[in-house]
């Protein structure tokens, strides 16, 4: 029985001993579906590659679906591959001819910066040709064309009542304005930016300070930028390049009983968000600055002083000049002059007048003023963005209340009164991005205060009304 029983256990296992052959099956399989896998891969990455090579290096430019574009907006472009970009710029075109200049700003992406802004009513075709775009060959196998207008400048500004203040934004065709900012917000100042995409705007905050605010130009998308706490941050000034804003900063006492320190500039770095005081000196003051048109010079007025100082950011090197009105500075299209108010304490009394600054000799001159009769207490201006005008607000008659707007040539003085409606007073001149038209404010003297916007153009006999309203600012 015990024997019977061995044989059928030992028959059982005869059976059973083709069984450790699976194994070697089973890796033949795995080998040859890790083959096939390969195959596959490489047929499709040689695909990939021949359909690269036909289809070439791709190009796209972040111009907007409507083809509507700012006056000075950059134009981007975004090669599929790394590029050359000597071999790049030969093939980009724009019709009609715009000055302007390519910038490579990596191995992916070139721009164009225009220098004067794009043209209200004209079409601009702009076309990338086909050809090589880098050393190896690599090259865009099919030209590309793209075609953008100028949209139409708005005009921002504040209206404001006891218990609110907001941003509203109007256009010169006569349409609606437009609230940019809620109601909830209490707005003390702003302005905005020349590319005209965004606003920077100022709010006092529940600790008793002031912070710096940022709304887009369509509006409803206002946030918070900087908080600064118990500080008073105001008088924002945004480059012309839109990438920093100046802004004047006064630090809060130890105690919320104490005054607040004396106001010293400070620039924030919308990419980087770093945020520095100018002036190392902590003797050097600063309020309202401005920045000169190519964004690398900043001037700001020092009221304990009694002095404008300008520093420029590039070449770290810094002018003074004296002026004792703390009036706005205005600067020459290319960076070089400034334009700025002082006062003259003379044998017959008080003499305003207009100083004019050379930067490249730092040395300043009375432009406008010198030999006087009596004090025009010269204040607002306003330079041409392309140098052959300037705006100057002066008191003209006899009522003192009275400012009129007179444009003229700084280099000739030769000009026409622009502004002057009985019972009217003008300040706070702005050109619009192209020189060809002017807002500013208007109050109609002894009858309810109600502040106006006005607009004129060449071929006005008289300013136009835009608007009811303060601050007005253009945003492009």
Same mark, same amino acid.
């Given at each position: 029985?015990?024997?019977?029983?061995?044989?059928?256990?030992?028959?059982?296992?005869?059976?059973?001993?083709?069984?450790?052959?699976?194994?070697?099956?089973?890796?033949?399989?795995?080998?040859?579906?890790?083959?096939?896998?390969?195959?596959?891969?490489?047929?499709?990455?040689?695909?990939?590659?021949?359909?690269?090579?036909?289809?070439?290096?791709?190009?796209?430019?972040?111009?907007?679906?409507?083809?509507?574009?700012?006056?000075?907006?950059?134009?981007?472009?975004?090669?599929?591959?790394?590029?050359?970009?000597?071999?790049?710029?030969?093939?980009?075109?724009?019709?009609?001819?715009?000055?302007?200049?390519?910038?490579?700003?990596?191995?992916?992406?070139?721009?164009?910066?225009?220098?004067?802004?794009?043209?209200?009513?004209?079409?601009?075709?702009?076309?990338?040709?086909?050809?090589?775009?880098?050393?190896?060959?690599?090259?865009?196998?099919?030209?590309?064309?793209?075609?953008?207008?100028?949209?139409?400048?708005?005009?921002?500004?504040?209206?404001?009542?006891?218990?609110?203040?907001?941003?509203?934004?109007?256009?010169?065709?006569?349409?609606?304005?437009?609230?940019?900012?809620?109601?909830?917000?209490?707005?003390?100042?702003?302005?905005?930016?020349?590319?005209?995409?965004?606003?920077?705007?100022?709010?006092?905050?529940?600790?008793?300070?002031?912070?710096?605010?940022?709304?887009?130009?369509?509006?409803?998308?206002?946030?918070?930028?900087?908080?600064?706490?118990?500080?008073?941050?105001?008088?924002?000034?945004?480059?012309?390049?839109?990438?920093?804003?100046?802004?004047?900063?006064?630090?809060?006492?130890?105690?919320?009983?104490?005054?607040?320190?004396?106001?010293?500039?400070?620039?924030?770095?919308?990419?980087?968000?770093?945020?520095?005081?100018?002036?190392?000196?902590?003797?050097?003051?600063?309020?309202?600055?401005?920045?000169?048109?190519?964004?690398?010079?900043?001037?700001?007025?020092?009221?304990?002083?009694?002095?404008?100082?300008?520093?420029?950011?590039?070449?770290?090197?810094?002018?003074?000049?004296?002026?004792?009105?703390?009036?706005?500075?205005?600067?020459?299209?290319?960076?070089?002059?400034?334009?700025?108010?002082?006062?003259?304490?003379?044998?017959?009394?008080?003499?305003?007048?207009?100083?004019?600054?050379?930067?490249?000799?730092?040395?300043?001159?009375?432009?406008?003023?010198?030999?006087?009769?009596?004090?025009?207490?010269?204040?607002?201006?306003?330079? %041409?963005? !392309?140098?052959?005008?300037?705006? $100057?607000?002066?008191? /003209?008659?006899?009522? &003192? @209340?009275?400012? #009129?707007?007179? +444009?003229?040539?700084?280099?000739?003085?030769?000009?026409?009164?622009?502004?002057?409606?009985?019972?009217?007073?003008?300040?706070?001149?702005?050109?619009?991005?192209?020189?060809?038209?002017?807002?500013?404010?208007?109050?109609?003297?002894? %009858?309810? !205060?109600?502040?106006?916007?006005? $607009?004129?153009?060449? /071929?006005?006999?008289? &300013? @136009?009304?835009? #608007?009811?309203? +303060?601050?007005?600012?253009?945003?492009?």
């Amino acid at each position: 029985m015990k024997s019977s029983k061995t044989h059928k256990q030992r028959s059982r296992s005869q059976k059973q001993a083709p069984k450790p052959d699976a194994p070697g099956i089973l890796n033949l399989s795995l080998d040859n579906a890790a083959t096939g896998l390969i195959a596959i891969l490489s047929v499709l990455v040689s695909l990939t590659i021949l359909l690269g090579e036909q289809a070439g290096v791709r190009v796209r430019v972040n111009l907007p679906e409507n083809g509507l574009v700012a006056p000075y907006q950059t134009i981007t472009f975004t090669f599929s591959e790394p590029y050359n970009p000597g071999f790049a710029s030969e093939l980009v075109s724009m019709n009609p001819i715009h000055e302007g200049y390519l910038e490579w700003v990596d191995t992916y992406t070139m721009r164009f910066v225009p220098i004067r802004p794009f043209e209200l009513g004209v079409t601009y075709t702009l076309k990338f040709e086909k050809g090589e775009v880098e050393t190896r060959g690599r090259e865009v196998k099919k030209a590309q064309t793209w075609e953008f207008k100028t949209r139409e400048p708005l005009v921002a500004y504040m209206l404001a009542d006891e218990t609110s203040s907001s941003i509203w934004a109007v256009d010169l065709n006569g349409n609606p304005p437009k609230r940019l900012t809620d109601e909830s917000v209490k707005v003390i100042s702003f302005d905005a930016a020349r590319i005209g995409e965004f606003i920077i705007f100022t709010v006092a905050n529940e600790q008793g300070g002031v912070d710096l605010w940022r709304v887009s130009r369509a509006g409803g998308d206002a946030f918070l930028l900087l908080d600064c706490g118990r500080d008073r941050c105001t008088t924002p000034a945004i480059s012309p390049d839109g990438l920093r804003i100046a802004y004047s900063r006064e630090f809060a006492g130890p105690s919320p009983e104490l005054p607040f320190g004396s106001p010293r500039i400070w620039i924030l770095d919308l990419q980087s968000r770093q945020n520095n005081a100018v002036y190392e000196d902590q003797e050097i003051l600063g309020y309202n600055p401005s920045w000169a048109p190519n964004s690398n010079k900043l001037a700001s007025y020092d009221g304990l002083s009694d002095q404008i100082f300008m520093l420029d950011l590039r070449e770290k090197t810094q002018s003074i000049f004296s002026s004792n009105t703390g009036g706005p500075v205005t600067w020459s299209p290319d960076s070089s002059k400034m334009l700025f108010t002082d006062v003259d304490q003379a044998e017959e009394g008080v003499r305003t007048q207009v100083k004019l600054a050379d930067l490249s000799i730092n040395k300043s001159e009375t432009l406008i003023g010198a030999k006087d009769d009596r004090d025009y207490s010269y204040y607002a201006l306003a330079w %041409s963005p !392309f140098g052959d005008n300037v705006v $100057l607000s002066f008191h /003209g008659g006899d009522d &003192p @209340l009275v400012q #009129t707007l007179w +444009l003229f040539d700084p280099s000739t003085l030769e000009g026409i009164i622009i502004a002057d409606q009985k019972d009217y007073s003008y300040n706070s001149p702005q050109w619009d991005p192209w020189g060809t038209a002017l807002i500013f404010q208007q109050f109609k003297l002894r %009858s309810t !205060f109600n502040p106006e916007i006005g $607009l004129w153009q060449p /071929g006005f006999n008289e &300013p @136009l009304l835009l #608007t009811q309203g +303060l601050m007005p600012h253009w945003l492009p």
